[in-house]
Nanobody, 126 residues
Framework: QVHLVESGGGLVQAGGSLRLSCAAS????????MGWFRQAPGKEREFVAA????????YYADSVKGRFTISRDTAKNTVYLQMNSLKPEDTAVYYC???????????????????WGQGTQVTVSS
């Protein structure tokens, strides 16, 4: 059973930075896609970024491209989301997700992922 635990959220001023972590356990993750999604109050959960565990190819939503960086440490079974130049509109609960062998067109869709963490709150003040 895949288990994902996010950490690193908090309150930061606009323009600041945070690094989120997602500790993954329960199996080997070769062939998996690890994703970050976020959900603001009253809005649907949306794709932020994803990375292929094998090879490390990355994907980003247009809204975060150039500001956020997703990475993984295979030795620690951990995925990171480095968030720079944060804006108030980045305020949301951020979720880590995992799924096996997703095609590029599928990895942006939340319904394609079976495994989710509990989420971590990120609040950006103006």
């Amino acid at each position: 059973q895949v288990h994902l635990v996010e950490s690193g959220g908090g309150l930061v001023q606009a323009g600041g930075s945070l690094r989120l972590s997602c500790a993954a356990s329960g199996r080997t993750f070769s062939g998996y896609v690890m994703g970050w999604f976020r959900q603001a109050p009253g809005k649907e959960r949306e794709f932020v970024a994803a990375i292929r565990w094998s090879g490390g190819r990355t994907y980003y939503a247009d809204s975060v491209k150039g500001r956020f960086t997703i990475s993984r440490d295979t030795a620690k079974n951990t995925v990171y989301l480095q968030m720079n130049s944060l804006k108030p509109e980045d305020t949301a609960v951020y979720y880590c997700a995992a799924e096996f062998m997703l095609a590029e067109a599928s990895l942006v869709r939340r319904n394609e992922y079976d495994y989710w963490g509990q989420g971590t709150q990120v609040t950006v003040s103006s």
